[in-house]
Antibody, heavy 121, light 107 residues
Framework: EVQLLESGGGLVQPGGSLRLSCAAS????????LSWVRQGPGKGLEWVSS????????FYADSVKGRFTISRDNYRDTLYLQMNSLRDEDAAVYYC??????????????WGQGTLVTVSS | EIVVTQSPATLSVSPGERATLSCRAS??????LAWYQQKPGQSPRLLIY???TRATGISARFSGSGSGTEFTLTISSLQSEDFAIYYC?????????FGQGTKVEIK
C-alpha cells in the first residue's frame, strides 16, 4: 500500500523559511516522480512543484519560482520542499502526491494526508 | 497556461438522483483531463483520468466524458458518501491546473 507521510508544517512569520518532508513507503521510490500540491484555507487545489524520478528535472509554479526548492533523497525515500521568503498567500495545507508519469507530469494517483503551513506575524 | 473552469460552483441534489458536473478548458487538452473527489478534512482522491477511465476501486456510478475543451463528470445515483467537492485537472500542458471545484450538496 502506498503511503505518503508529510511533516514539517507549522507557524512561520512572513519572510521566514520552512522545510517540508514527505516520507514514502509501499512503492519503489526511485521509479516515480513526486509533486507538492497545496490548498489554501477554504480554497481549491494548486500545483506547486514536481521532481522527476531521478531528481534531474524540477518544475515550479510561477507563484513559488525562485523561493521554493524541491528535492528528493532516493536513499531515504523522502521528498522535500524548502520554502524561503514565505508570504501570507503561501499559507495552506501542503500535500505530497505521485504524478502519473516519471517525468513529473500527469494526474495525481496518490496523495498524502497533508501538512499545514501557517504564515502569520 | 490552460485555464480550467468548473460549473456550477454548487450543485444541490437529492440522494438517488443524477448529478452532472461540467469542466471547461480555455484551449484543447485532448483527453488529458482528470477528476478528483475531496471530502471535508480529507485529501483529494483520484476518480477519473484520461477523461473517462475510472481509477482503481472507483464505483461505476462515476463516469466521465468529453474531449477537447468540454468535459463532464456524471454521478448516476447519488449516495450519501458522494456529497463532496469535485475538482477537474488538465494535464495536457504545463502547468497542471485544477478547476476551482464544484460542491455537491444534499438538496
Amino acid at each position: 500500500e502506498v503511503q505518503l507521510l508529510e511533516s514539517g508544517g507549522g507557524l512561520v512569520q512572513p519572510g521566514g523559511s520552512l522545510r517540508l518532508s514527505c516520507a514514502a513507503s509501499g512503492f519503489t521510490f526511485t521509479s516515480y516522480a513526486l509533486s507538492w500540491v497545496r490548498q489554501g484555507p477554504g480554497k481549491g487545489l494548486e500545483w506547486v512543484s514536481s521532481i522527476s524520478d531521478s531528481g534531474d528535472s524540477t518544475f515550479y509554479a510561477d507563484s513559488v519560482k525562485g523561493r521554493f526548492t524541491i528535492s528528493r533523497d532516493n536513499y531515504r525515500d523522502t521528498l522535500y520542499l524548502q520554502m524561503n521568503s514565505l508570504r501570507d498567500e503561501d499559507a495552506a495545507v501542503y500535500y505530497c502526491a505521485i504524478p502519473s508519469y516519471s517525468s513529473g507530469w500527469g494526474y495525481f494517483d496518490d496523495w498524502g494526508q497533508g501538512t499545514l503551513v501557517t504564515v502569520s506575524s | 497556461e490552460i485555464v480550467v473552469t468548473q460549473s456550477p460552483a454548487t450543485l444541490s441534489v437529492s440522494p438517488g438522483e443524477r448529478a452532472t458536473l461540467s469542466c471547461r478548458a480555455s484551449q484543447s487538452v485532448s483527453s488529458n483531463l482528470a477528476w478528483y473527489q475531496q471530502k471535508p478534512g480529507q485529501s483529494p482522491r483520484l476518480l477519473i483520468y484520461g477523461t473517462s477511465t475510472r481509477a482503481t476501486g472507483i464505483s461505476a456510478r462515476f463516469s466521465g466524458s468529453g474531449s477537447g475543451t468540454e468535459f463532464t463528470l456524471t454521478i448516476s445515483s447519488l449516495q450519501s458518501e458522494d456529497f463532496a467537492i469535485y475538482y477537474c485537472q488538465q494535464y495536457n500542458r504545463w502547468p497542471p491546473l485544477f478547476g476551482q471545484g464544484t460542491k455537491v450538496e444534499i438538496k
